[in-house]
C-alpha cells in the first residue's frame, strides 16, 4: 500500500495528536482526529518547547507561527526561597548549540498553531471513539451508534487515561507523583520578559515564565495535600506566603480565578506500544511529571518518528513496530528520570537539598549542558 493510499484515525487533539496528523498528513497519509471534548483543556497553562520540539515545528513549516505566539527565552535563573541566585543556565548559548531555541507559548496558543496547519474537517470534536474492530487489512474504529471510521492504522493520542489502549495494548498503571501545582496566566511583573525565574526549598518550588503580551505563566509546588475541599487559592497563600519578598509581591497581586489545581502523575512504563495496527504516542505511551519540562516535546518527537517511519516504504505494520523500538528507550528513561528529579524535590533531609542546590550551582557548567542536550535528543 502506498502513503497515498493510506488513512489513518487519531484519537485525541492534544499536542500529540494534532501534531502527529500534521505530520502524517504532510506525508501523503490522509487523517481524521477525533476528540470527544468540545475542546481540549488547555485553558490557564503553558510549555517550555525545548530545541527537540521547537525544531521539529520548524520542520513541519511552523517556524513563523510558532515565533509570532511563543517568546524565545534566553536563560533560567534559579534562586533559593530567600532570593539569592543559585546559578543560571544561558539558554540563547544552548539553543544555537542545539540548532533550534527554547521558547515558551501557551498552550492554547500552540493548539491554534498546530490546528491551523491541517485541512479544514480534520478534527471532529464532541466525538468519543467507543471501540475498535480488527478488519483483514484495516481497523475500524466504532465513532457512536451507527458511525464508524475505516483506517489503514489507529494513532492513540488521549492522554493516560485511556480505555482503548487498556483494552487492546497494555494497561496502564497511572502512579500518583504525590507532588499538587497551582499554576495559571497572569500578567505578573517579572524582571526580565526572557528569563523564566525559580525558587527551590525544601519541598517547595515556585516557577514564572514570560509569555508574549505580557502574560506570564505561573506554578507553585509542593507536597500535595488531600484537602480539594478548602480554598486554593487560601492554601496557596498559606503554603508559600512569607517564604520570599519577591513571591509574597506575587500573591498579593495574584488574582484567585486565575488559579488551577492539579495533582502531578506519570505512568508505568508499558511493556510494548503497539498490537497489529493500533499505536499509543504521547502521554498516552509515556507520561510522565514535568520536572524535566519534556512532556510536550516527547509528544512532538513521537508525531515527527512516526511520519518518517511512514516515508521509508515499509508496510503498515513494520512501520509502527519500528516506532516503537525507536523511541521506547529514550522516552522511558526521561519518564524515570522525571520521576526521580520530582521525588528528589520532594525530599526535605538537608544532604539531599544540598545536593540538589550543587545540582542548580553548576547550571552552566559543561556537565549540565551536556545533561541537557541527552535530554533533547531525538533518537535514544
Known sequence: MNDVDRHSVIIGAGIAGLSAAIA????????????????????????????????????????????????????????????QLIGRTDLSSFGTRCGAPVVAIGRSQLKNVLTSALPPNTVCYATEARNIRSLDDGICVDLGEVISETADFLVLASGAHCAIRDNHIAKAAVRNAGVGDWLGLAPLPLPSQNETWEFIGPGIRAGFIPLPSGATYFRFTCRHEDTVNHDQFDRLQSRFGGQCSILDEYLKILPPEAIHYV??????????????????????????????????????????????????????????SLFEKRRMNLANSIVRQSAEKTALFLESEKDLMDHWYDDMERLDSPEALSQLFDICKTEA
Open 24 to 83: 502524517l498528513d504532510q506525508k501523503g497519509i490522509s487523517v481524521q482526529v477525533v476528540e470527544s471534548r468540545d475542546a481540549e483543556a488547555s485553558a490557564g497553562s503553558a510549555v517550555v518547547l525545548w530545541p527537540n520540539g521547537t525544531r521539529i515545528l520548524h520542520n513541519l513549516g511552523l517556524k513563523q507561527q510558532l515565533a509570532d505566539e511563543s517568546t524565545q527565552l534566553a536563560g533560567v535563573r534559579v534562586h533559593r526561597m530567600d532570593g
Open 263 to 320: 495533582q502531578e502523575f506519570d505512568m508505568a512504563p508499558l511493556p510494548h506500544w503497539s498490537s497489529g495496527r493500533v499505536i499509543a504516542i504521547g502521554d498516552c505511551a509515556h507520561a510522565m511529571t514535568p520536572a524535566l519540562g519534556q512532556g510536550a516535546n516527547q509528544s512532538l518527537v513521537d508525531a515527527w518518528t512516526l511520519s518518517e517511519l511512514f516515508s521509508g516504504g515499509d508496510d503498515t505494520l513494520r512501520s509502527l
